[in-house]
């Protein structure tokens, strides 16, 4: 099973790509306020650097925090438009394992079908006006 790992909850971004659980790449970057315009073109980076396909990736798994809001949201809103157009799994994990559960979760057929982020700590919004 292929599969692409997303983490994005700081600055330095990470992508990895895995066949099973055997790392075939990884790649990381500073994106910091830059994560929307870039994370594109190093998922088509890391790809093919893998020698695959986005059509070929049969799994996502994406760490789902805490972190940063906006890391976070536009991550795995990449992660889940990616898993349903290409009508396959998807799992978010936190914790210094989340990667290798990740994957365990993925080969034995888990399916989180749409993930959402763990923040860290509640949102923090304005009351609306009278």
Same mark, same amino acid.
């Given at each position: 099973?292929?599969?692409?790992?997303?983490?994005? $909850? =700081?600055?330095?971004?990470? &992508?990895?790509?895995? !066949? %099973?659980? #055997?790392?075939?790449?990884?790649?990381?970057?500073?994106?910091?306020?830059?994560?929307?315009?870039?994370?594109?073109?190093?998922?088509?980076?890391?790809? $093919? =650097?893998?020698?695959?396909? &986005?059509?070929?990736? !049969? %799994?996502? #798994?994406?760490?789902?925090?805490?972190?940063?809001?906006?890391?976070?949201?536009?991550?795995?809103?990449?992660?889940?438009?990616?898993?349903?157009?290409?009508?396959?799994?998807?799992?978010?994990?936190?914790?210094?394992?989340?990667?290798?559960?990740?994957?365990?979760?993925?080969?034995?057929?888990?399916?989180?079908?749409?993930?959402?982020?763990?923040?860290?700590?509640?949102?923090?919004?304005?009351?609306?006006?009278?």
């Amino acid at each position: 099973m292929k599969i692409l790992a997303i983490r994005t $909850d =700081k600055p330095e971004a990470e &992508l990895y790509v895995y !066949e %099973g659980q #055997v790392k075939l790449a990884e790649v990381s970057w500073p994106a910091h306020r830059q994560l929307a315009e870039t994370i594109h073109q190093k998922t088509r980076e890391i790809l $093919d =650097k893998s020698s695959i396909s &986005l059509g070929d990736i !049969e %799994g996502i #798994v994406c760490y789902k925090g805490p972190g940063s809001f906006t890391g976070l949201r536009i991550g795995l809103s990449v992660a889940n438009a990616l898993a349903y157009a290409q009508k396959i799994p998807i799992v978010a994990r936190n914790g210094k394992s989340w990667l290798e559960r990740g994957i365990d979760n993925l080969l034995t057929g888990k399916n989180d079908n749409i993930v959402t982020p763990e923040y860290g700590a509640p949102a923090k919004t304005t009351s609306p006006k009278k």
